[in-house]
């Protein structure tokens, strides 16, 4: 019985790729946002989250004594959708052995055989070229394609069960490894300390496996492309590529489970600028870190344990902390929301369920933490350091607070050295987005049904004026536009029937389905209800529009929706068959792509020029394939 | 009296019976053919094309060889020419082989424009719409339909009528299991730069597309179906040249099937400028007629679904299907523009029926904007009798034929514009019915025997009759007027014999006392022609 | 296979011909026949060679169709007819040399199924006035070269009853042929003078025919019964050539 390419496209519960480079934050530094699996989640919770299939939640434990709000729900992204290129849109059907190659253009499909079931599919940001992993051998395929055709690489043997793809910028490098988070991901199906690095060269592609820390969970790079950062369980494994060209075990800068509570906030501190907390046992890390350094002083050289103090925001208008007398957290333990900083020098992270954040150096390999006064929630980067007088952040949620910290790195991770705070009095944040250039920090929460987001202006320096924006709907997931001048907000739907009498407005909206875009300049926020649970969706490289897919296969809804960000206005497509996934190619033709549920498959091309529109849609991938030209 | 007897005997022996049977070939004639004014029988046992001047008043054939073994005679489309296609003959140890060949009959001189010698012995040919182009198939697989020990029934020629070069192009193409089973040509058009006519040719699960004006490229072979499950078989086949884009209806599909075409980088010399690239577009369940309507973003197509009841309007750039509810079994869509007894707008709209399913309603749809109306945009009137078939004529009419036995009516004649219905009775079944199109728009009919009944279809819908010595088999009006400045109408009479029997009238103006029969014509000459 | 069993029957009827009774006119019997006293009693049958001047003959007459069109119309190589003639000696030139004058009449008929699929029939119809000049080599042997004239109707018919075209056409042709004429001796069938003597007579003469071609231009009495129908072109088949050899033979009595 042959697999439709709807049942594998349905298997997909949302399948938002990252290579439309407007739809996620872009605060982590460097790589290609195909590398994002749900388990590390790093990158902020910029992605919505999933509906129904198997999410990857993260749920930090609840902090102790805190209100026992719920965790934060964040998506990751799923290879077996299609992945589009530059022009080309690349679908795998595993059970035909084959990936249709779909020219946005003419529409023309030709069908390849890269191996044995190809399966999952990671395109090279802006270019037509793909890579492929074949599940049923264990093998990679690199498909590069022009207007005369595509070439298939041979097979290149990889990790047994690799289920991920993270391409490197510049698409010198690749690093393909298993992902026990993804959906499907079997336990003992693949390897937990393995990865595959790959070399991407027209000429020569080539690739060997290198051992990593346990239960790889996510893979950064360097803004250069020269170096990946696996974040393991263990810790981070480096693979400096430069240096690797054979198998090898690649070094690790462990990060400890911690095993006990950490310090709360400095409880002695009377100076708004101290910092430091004394080490009340935290964790030993490297070598180089100062354990044992007891504190009160707030003054000790060690990195090890630090806390966050409640030191006086520098921000002029910021509320100073006062130390709270609360103990630390203790959570899972595991490091999570892993940012890199473009140069690949310095990474941060935090345990998850903790209030403690931690400064990886990668070059050194010491890790240094600082505790801050509640448990941190979300974590995220922004790393301006492409342009002039640019700089380094971290931003540390603290939910139960009410407050947005914002960390200098690599300096803020000394003992003494202050940091930013904000309070967010009266509104409840457990998530923060960074935008792409770091202008806008947007704060939120998908835990509780917060109909209101916080827009923080970042830039410039020194001045704190929060925009609070209020929505009409809860959140599910918000996306910032690349241009920053937008924010999508995906909301979440109350059960019930918005249509049953009785109702206030409130309860009527609350039952129904929808989104909102927000400015972020002066926050107009528009409510667009819809029919469907808006999902997936994505958000042109331009940052002209948005893209929604409404699917409702009882009353035959199959709608792609295009909202203007301009005017948010909004347009309907109409559809031959129930969507399933969407993304935008990079190419110069405007085009996005709707692949839907068809047993011959089926994809359409919409212009996303306001005044164009132009949709044409192309089924049967597999007799495509057999054209003989 | 043994000497008498002895006598007797030997005369006897010298008085043999003069009843020798000859050797005889059986004979068979082929279908007349009406060219614009003159008509051609091909006399296939003795290989000679019989053309007749009805304004000639021996009506005496003019008769001219043709080849051996013709299997088919056609009308050039286009001009008036005569298309032979003969098997030619295999030869023996005394007779020297003659190949097959196509010819190319002029009837105005009576002689042979063109003759080409074929380097197999098809026996299908189909024609391009402005006589440009013919291509010559194998009808079967079987060597049977041939006569050829071996051959590849995928072998197909092409020929140009049109005097330019080359005139022939032997054309194997690739098989997917199949045989080609018809061809179908695009209309003429200029395609990525240089004018040309496509050609489509049908197989059992897959088509194959052909650049005749480039019959050397290779050729692009199109599945059907992605494996070898199912049967699909091409049935109906549109073209839109603003796509490029060929829109084809199968039988066992509820897909259509959308061919797009796209200009590509030819590899080498013997690739083609253009690549294809197909599309399925639902279209509800099992189609059974489909048209085309709206220019550029608008365009849509239209498709009767029977089984369920639907007509389905079909956006082919997205895959959109909107179906519209009809409340009837319409099979047949006829399209047309004109205005409606709602709207004086020239607009698109169709008339749809089920023809041969017994459904008593006939159908009106308004195509514009027809997605959002829905049934809105749907009228059914009653209609007196099932139909049996349906035709546009002009002057936005349609002519229903019904099937006979309910309730007299034979035919009805639909203003499309009005949307009334105008039944026309008849007293008997109607045998062989004419329709002429062209002004002065007729319905002919005979009843079976020996009375021709018209009706001219654009006037008063008043019927007459001519009476004729015997029985009538067909009734062909001729397009153009023959020398004598008159347009003659040729009845082929019934003719046991197969010797040739036609009746002449005056087209325009029958009348019994205008009449010509030329009885046995096919004889002309037999005493001095060649052996068959 | 025809042409041989016409050899056949002229070799057998040259074989036959000896087997007649012998003439018995000899030296020796009138003095036998003296002494016989005349008798009351009517005597046996005389026999004798006397020249007779009429003789009344059926004959054969086997044609070769040597053109192709002439084998259309007849649908087959060879035919043969059949008839009557009635030939007078007209002068009698002394010794053994004869003029005569014959008059004959001949009917062909040949029904095939032709190329056309089509029952055709043919028939003709010859009435012909010969002149011929004998010579005779022995009392029952005379060769003779003979000359003929004649004029007669052929007719077509194609297809079948009812549906049929036909057409008939006049002929005209003239013949030159040479042939030997074998006689038995004259036997006086009656008791007197008065009775005629009869001869057996039998001709075997070999020729060429040649007349005019016949032209035929078929009509139909399709629509015959109607009383205005409408008018049928007739269909011109075609002509024939009328040039072919003969063989004929002949037997019959001599008077």
Wanted: proline letters at 7%.
């Amino acid at each position: 019985m042959t697999k439709s390419y709807g049942l594998i496209g349905g298997v997909l519960v949302s399948a938002l790729c990252g290579c439309s480079s407007g739809s996620v934050s872009s605060s982590k530094a460097g790589g290609s946002d195909n590398a994002n699996s749900g388990g590390g989640a790093f990158g902020a919770g910029a992605r919505p989250a999933a509906t129904g299939g198997s999410p990857a939640i993260i749920a930090p434990a609840a902090a102790a004594g805190a209100a026992a709000l719920p965790p934060e729900q964040e998506q990751s992204l799923n290879f077996l959708s299609p992945q589009p290129g530059k022009q080309y849109v690349y679908v795998a059907n595993p059970t035909r052995d084959s990936v249709a190659v779909i020219d946005s253009v003419s529409l023309a499909i030709s069908e390849v055989t890269p191996g044995d079931t190809p399966t999952y599919v990671a395109t090279v940001p802006g270019e037509d070229e793909a890579l492929v992993i074949n599940t049923g051998s264990s093998t990679l395929s690199v498909l590069r394609t022009t207007a005369t055709g595509t070439t298939v690489s041979s097979p290149l043997p990889i990790v047994k069960g690799a289920n991920a793809i993270a391409i490197a910028p510049g698409g010198a490098h690749a690093v393909v490894w298993f992902d026990a988070a993804q959906p499907n991901a079997k336990a003992l199906s693949g390897s937990f300390q393995d990865v595959s690095l790959v070399t991407l060269s027209p000429s020569a592609d080539a690739a060997f496996t290198v051992t990593v820390g346990f239960k790889p969970s996510a893979v950064v790079f360097s803004d250069d492309g020269q170096a990946a950062f696996v974040v393991t369980s263990d810790g981070i494994s480096e693979l400096r590529f430069a240096s690797l060209q054979t198998s090898v075990i690649a070094p690790l800068v462990r990060i400890e489970s911690s095993a006990a509570p950490a310090a709360g906030p400095d409880a002695g501190a009377t100076s708004p600028d101290a910092g430091v907390a004394p080490d009340v046992g935290g964790p030993s890390v490297d070598s180089d870190s100062e354990v044992g350094a007891s504190g009160g002083d707030g003054g000790g050289a060690s990195e090890v344990g630090a806390r966050a103090s409640d030191a006086a925001p520098v921000i002029a208008d910021a509320t100073a902390d006062r130390a709270d007398s609360a103990p630390p957290i203790a959570g899972t333990g595991l490091p999570v929301d892993v940012s890199v900083t473009r140069d690949g020098h310095w990474a941060i992270a935090r345990r998850d369920g903790t209030n403690e954040i931690l400064l990886v150096d990668l070059v050194g390999n010491t890790v240094r933490s600082r505790y801050l006064s509640s448990p941190v929630t979300d974590l995220d980067m922004s790393d301006t350091t492409d342009v002039t007088g640019g700089d380094i952040h971290a931003f540390a949620v603290l939910r139960d607070e009410s407050k947005l910290v914002r960390i200098a790195i690599p300096d803020g991770f000394t003992a003494t050295s202050p940091f930013d705070t904000w309070q967010l009095a009266g509104e409840t944040v457990g998530l923060v987005s960074i935008s792409a250039h770091g202008k806008y920090a947007i704060l939120y929460t998908t835990a509780v049904p917060i109909k209101r987001l916080v827009v923080l202006p970042l830039l410039p320096s020194g001045t704190f004026s929060p925009l609070p924006v209020v929505l009409q709907k809860a959140i599910r997931a918000v996306a910032i536009a690349p241009d920053e001048s937008t924010a999508l907000v995906l909301h979440t739907k109350v059960p019930g029937n918005a249509t049953d009498s009785g109702l206030t407005l409130a309860d009527q909206l609350d039952r129904s389905y929808g989104y909102s875009a927000a400015r972020l300049e002066d926050g107009f926020a528009k409510l667009q209800l819809t029919s469907a649970n808006p999902d997936p969706f994505a958000i042109t490289p331009d940052s002209s529009s948005a893209f929604v897919l409404l699917r409702d296969d009882a009353s035959n809804l199959r709608v792609a929706e295009q909202m203007s960000l301009t005017t948010f206005l909004v347009k309907d497509f109409p559809l031959g068959s129930p969507p399933n996934a969407i993304g935008a190619l990079a190419g110069i033709n405007h085009k996005v792509f709707v692949n839907q549920v068809h047993s011959e498959g089926r994809i359409s091309f919409i212009n996303w020029d306001w005044d164009d529109g132009t949709v044409e849609s192309v089924t049967g991938f597999a007799l495509n394939g057999r054209i003989r030209q | 009296m043994k000497r008498a007897t002895r006598l007797f005997l030997l005369l006897g022996l010298a008085c043999q019976p003069n009843s020798e049977t000859s050797s005889s070939t059986s004979r068979s004639v082929l279908p007349m053919v009406a060219l614009d004014n003159s008509v051609a029988y091909v006399d296939s046992s003795s290989g000679s094309t019989f053309l007749l001047d009805p304004a000639d008043p021996a009506l005496k054939p003019r008769i001219l060889p043709t080849g051996k073994s013709p299997l088919a005679a056609v009308k050039r489309k286009g001009a008036n020419q005569l298309l032979v296609l003969t098997h030619g003959d295999q030869g023996s140890a005394s007779t020297a082989p003659e190949p097959a060949r196509l010819v190319l009959i002029d009837p105005a001189s009576g002689a042979a424009q063109a003759s080409y010698d074929l380097p197999g012995r098809y026996d299908q040919l189909a024609q391009s719409d402005d006589g440009v182009f013919a291509v010559l198939t194998y009808g079967s697989a079987s060597s049977g339909a041939s006569g050829s020990m071996l051959y590849n029934p995928n072998d197909l020629e092409v020929v140009r009528l049109d005097g330019k070069q080359p005139p022939l192009a032997s054309r194997p193409i690739r098989s997917l299991g199949s045989v080609p089973i018809g061809v179908r040509f695009s209309p003429r058009t200029t395609l990525f730069g240089q004018p040309r006519t496509l050609a489509v040719v049908s197989a059992v699960n897959y088509v194959t597309l052909l650049d005749l004006d480039n019959a050397q490229h290779t050729e692009i072979t199109v599945p059907l179906v992605p494996d070898g499950k199912q049967t699909v078989t091409p049935a109906q086949i549109l073209f839109d040249m603003t796509g490029p884009v060929v829109y084809l209806r199968a039988d066992g599909s509820n897909d259509l099937f959308q061919i797009s075409l796209a200009q590509s980088t030819p590899a080498d010399s013997s690739s083609n400028d253009f690549r294809v690239s197909l599309s399925l577009i639902g279209s509800g369940s099992a189609p059974s007629d489909m048209g085309m309507f709206g220019t550029g973003d608008k365009m849509r197509i239209a498709v009767t679904a029977p089984g369920a009841q639907q007509l389905v309007i079909l956006d082919p750039k997205t895959g959109n299907a909107t179906p519209v509810p009809t409340g009837a079994q319409v099979n047949r869509i006829l399209l047309f523009q004109g205005p409606s007894p709602k709207s004086s707008e020239i607009q698109d709209r169709a008339m749809l029926a089920g023809v041969g399913t017994g459904a008593m309603a006939l159908v009106f749809a308004d195509l514009q904007n027809i997605e959002t109306a829905q049934g809105l945009a749907i009228e059914s009137w009653s209609l007196p009798a099932p139909i049996s078939d349906i035709r546009l004529l002009p002057g936005n009419l349609a002519l229903l034929t019904h099937q006979y036995g309910y309730g007299g009516a034979a035919f009805s004649i639909v203003n499309l514009a009005d949307r009334t219905i105008e039944p026309i009775g008849s007293s008997g079944a109607l045998d062989d019915v004419t329709v002429e199109t062209a002004a002065p728009s007729r319905l002919w009919g005979t009843d079976g025997a020996n009375r021709m009944e018209y009706l001219d279809l654009a006037g008063n819908l008043q019927g007459r009759e001519v009476i004729l010595d015997q029985t009538i088999v067909s009734i062909t009006p001729l397009a153009s007027k023959s020398g004598d400045g008159k347009r003659h109408l040729v009845l082929e009479m019934y003719d046991p014999m197969n010797v040739g029997y036609l009746t002449v009238l005056d087209a325009d103006q029958p009348d019994r006392k205008g009449a010509r029969s030329a009885y046995g014509f096919l004889l002309t000459d037999y005493l001095e022609r060649g052996q068959p | 296979m025809t042409t041989i069993r016409h050899a056949f029957l002229i070799l057998s009827t040259a074989a036959f011909v000896p087997a007649l009774p012998a003439a018995a006119d000899s030296p020796a019997e009138p003095a036998a026949q003296a002494a016989i006293p005349a008798a009351i009693e009517p005597g046996p049958p005389s026999r004798s060679w006397e020249p007779f001047r009429f003789s009344l003959s059926a004959e054969v007459q086997t044609a070769w169709m040597l053109q192709d069109d002439a084998r259309r119309l007849w649908g087959k190589r060879s035919l043969a007819g059949a008839g009557l003639s009635l030939a007078y000696d007209a002068i009698d030139f002394g010794g053994k040399t004869t003029l005569g004058l014959d008059l004959s009449w001949l009917s062909t008929t040949a029904s095939t199924t032709n190329s056309l699929d089509l029952t055709q029939k043919t028939s003709t119809q010859v009435f012909d006035l010969g002149l011929s000049l004998r010579y005779e080599v022995f009392r029952w042997l005379s060769p003779y070269a003979r000359v003929a004239g004649g004029m007669g109707w052929t007719s077509l018919s194609m297809g079948s009853s009812g549906l049929d075209l036909h057409d008939r056409v006049l002929l005209y042709q003239g013949s030159a042929g040479a042939g030997l004429l074998v006689r038995s001796p004259s036997v006086r069938i009656g008791h007197t003078r008065r009775w005629p003597s009869l001869a057996i007579v039998g001709r075997v003469e070999g020729g060429y025919i040649m007349g005019n071609a016949t032209s035929f231009s078929l009509k139909s009495s399709l629509n015959g019964s109607n009383q205005d129908p409408i008018p049928l072109e007739p269909v011109s088949v075609g002509q024939a050539a009328r040039r072919f050899p003969y063989l004929r033979i002949t037997i019959g009595v001599g008077f």
